[in-house]
């Protein structure tokens, strides 16, 4: 009986732990607010996108992306947008060329609006093998 008994346990707590596994790989992650989001795009790389101030401007707004490979980048190409409130104020792109990293980042843009606007940037990386997207966190300005 001792023997059943311990093998029920034993069944139990890896049927717990099955579904745990199943729904942690279910389950979208949820990146902190305050840090940059970043999206996989292929095995090996990272998207991620920043919305900034400009030093010593501090009424100036930009935004920037990038890609991160663990393997040599080939035609691929970083397209970043700055939205204000919604509606994009800023682009801009950059062709990488060969090197496992390429960035882009938008012109700056000057808030001559006071007040608690609502930046965010996006960034798409477009190659022929693959393609990704990241946002950066919402930035008050």
Not at 34 to 52: E, H, R
Not at 83 to 103: E, F, K
Request: hydrophobic share 45%; aromatic share 8%.
């Amino acid at each position: 009986m001792r023997h059943v008994k311990a093998r029920l346990v034993r069944l139990v707590v890896a049927a717990v732990a099955a579904t745990a596994a199943v729904l942690a790989c279910a389950m979208p992650a949820t990146a902190a607010t305050d840090a940059p989001s970043a999206a996989v795009v292929a095995a090996g790389c990272s998207v991620g996108a920043l919305t900034d101030r400009v030093d010593p401007r501090p009424a100036n707004i930009y935004g920037s992306g990038w890609i991160n490979c663990t393997f040599v980048l080939q035609g691929a190409g970083v397209f970043v947008d700055l939205y204000r409130n919604g509606h994009i104020v800023a682009s801009g792109h950059q062709a990488c060329g060969l090197g496992t990293g390429c960035g882009a980042s938008t012109p700056e843009y000057t808030d001559g609006t006071p007040g608690n606007q609502q930046w965010k940037t996006r960034v798409i990386v477009r190659s022929q093998a693959y393609s990704g997207e990241a946002w950066s966190p919402v930035y008050y300005h």
